[in-house]
T-cell receptor, first 114, second 114 residues
Framework: NAGVMQNPRHLVRRRGQEARLRCSPMKGHSHVYWYRQLPEEGLKFMVYLQKENIIDESGMPKERFSAEFPKEGPSILRIQQVVRGDSAAYFC????????????FGSGTQLSVL | ELKVEQNPLFLSMQEGKNYTIYCNYSTTSDRLYWYRQDPGKSLESLFVLLSNGAVKQEGRLMASLDTKARLSTLHITAAVHDLSATYFCAVDNPLRGGADGLTFGKGTHLIIQP
């Protein structure tokens, strides 16, 4: 089991470009959470997805941000028209069932917007 | 809104000393987590505390949970340099049954000096 895989590890974008962050859950995990971490801060919840469904996106900014978890393939966090304030580390975490307390984190994607 | 507060946020201590990090949360919660994060790295799960009075120990770290006081502690015994890291506590949101993932504290930056 390769664990939760995120790519790329580092992503550099210029203002106005699009950023796509990928998260491949652990085998058997169908619950995916995305978090954002600003420097010197804790992680902030963004969105919770199950296969093909967005369950809770209460932590997502209203504009430019979207997430999906298709039937096949990784979960994608997409940021359109990036701005400098989007620079942060983005982590995904997965679990196999909603009630399982074991939540596994990926290694994160560090997004830098120039 | 569930709030999680850690203190201290910064801690510098000498090797061999003992110290405690505190984590307060604002509403009842099902589960409390402690994570460790090294610079530029992902989160490493340390402990999951599930019930009042729960105590778990791993090496020089011991975590406890008092659900009535809504307080968890992470105690460090005879600190060594390798324990230098940022430590986060996080709780499940009871109203959402864990559906929106975890609410994190801001973290405690721990530096252990020889």
């Amino acid at each position: 089991n390769a664990g939760v895989m995120q790519n790329p590890r580092h992503l550099v974008r210029r203002r106005g470009q699009e950023a796509r962050l990928r998260c491949s859950p652990m085998k058997g995990h169908s619950h995916v959470y995305w978090y954002r971490q600003l420097p010197e801060e804790g992680l902030k919840f963004m969105v919770y997805l199950q296969k093909e469904n967005i369950i809770d996106e209460s932590g997502m900014p209203k504009e430019r941000f979207s997430a999906e978890f298709p039937k096949e393939g990784p979960s994608i966090l997409r940021i359109q028209q990036v701005v400098r304030g989007d620079s942060a580390a983005y982590f995904c975490a997965t679990r196999d069932t909603l009630t399982n307390e074991k939540l596994f984190f990926g290694s994160g994607t560090q997004l830098s917007v120039l | 809104e569930l709030k999680v507060e850690q203190n201290p946020l910064f801690l510098s201590m000498q090797e061999g000393k003992n110290y405690t990090i505190y984590c307060n949360y604002s509403t009842t919660s099902d589960r409390l987590y402690w994570y460790r994060q090294d610079p530029g790295k992902s989160l490493e799960s340390l402990f999951v505390l599930l019930s009042n009075g729960a105590v778990k120990q791993e090496g020089r770290l011991m975590a406890s949970l008092d659900t009535k006081a809504r307080l968890s502690t992470l105690h460090i015994t005879a600190a060594v340099h390798d324990l230098s890291a940022t430590y986060f506590c996080a709780v499940d949101n009871p109203l959402r049954g864990g559906a929106d993932g975890l609410t994190f504290g801001k973290g405690t930056h721990l530096i252990i000096q020889p």
